[in-house]
């Protein structure tokens, strides 16, 4: 059975930095496109980042482009998001994201975690 379990996330003050990161286990992903996404209260979930299996290519949603950095170490079973300059606005639940799909004009998963709370206070 597939898991992916998020750990790394928290309360910090506007200007910080905070990594949080993914264990995968149950699966092997190497091949395929990891993520992260985010959803606020009241929002819809958020697009923040995807990698290719090899690393060489990523993407960013337009909101954290610049600020945010994934990265994944196969060996490990790993995903990472560094999220540096962080604002209120970056306060959401974090999810992980397994086997990334295109869905629509935007992205989707297969499979995902259960979440971590990052608060950004102003």
């Known amino acids: 059975q597939v898991h992916l379990v998020e750990s790394g996330g928290g309360l910090v003050q506007a200007g910080d930095s905070l990594s949080v990161s993914c264990k995968v286990s149950g699966g092997n992903f190497s091949p395929y496109d990891m993520g992260w996404f985010r959803q606020a209260p009241g929002k819809d979930r958020e697009f923040l980042a995807r990698?290719?299996?090899?690393?060489?290519?990523?993407e960013y949603g337009v909101s954290v482009k610049g600020r945010f950095s994934i990265s994944r170490d196969n060996a490990k079973n790993t995903v990472s998001l560094q999220m540096n300059s962080l604002k209120a606005e970056d306060t959401a639940v974090y999810y992980c994201a397994g086997v990334v799909v295109p869905n629509g004009a935007g992205w989707s998963a297969l499979y995902w975690g259960q979440g971590t709370q990052v608060t950004v206070s102003s």
């Open positions: 990698i290719s299996g090899s690393s060489i290519e990523k």
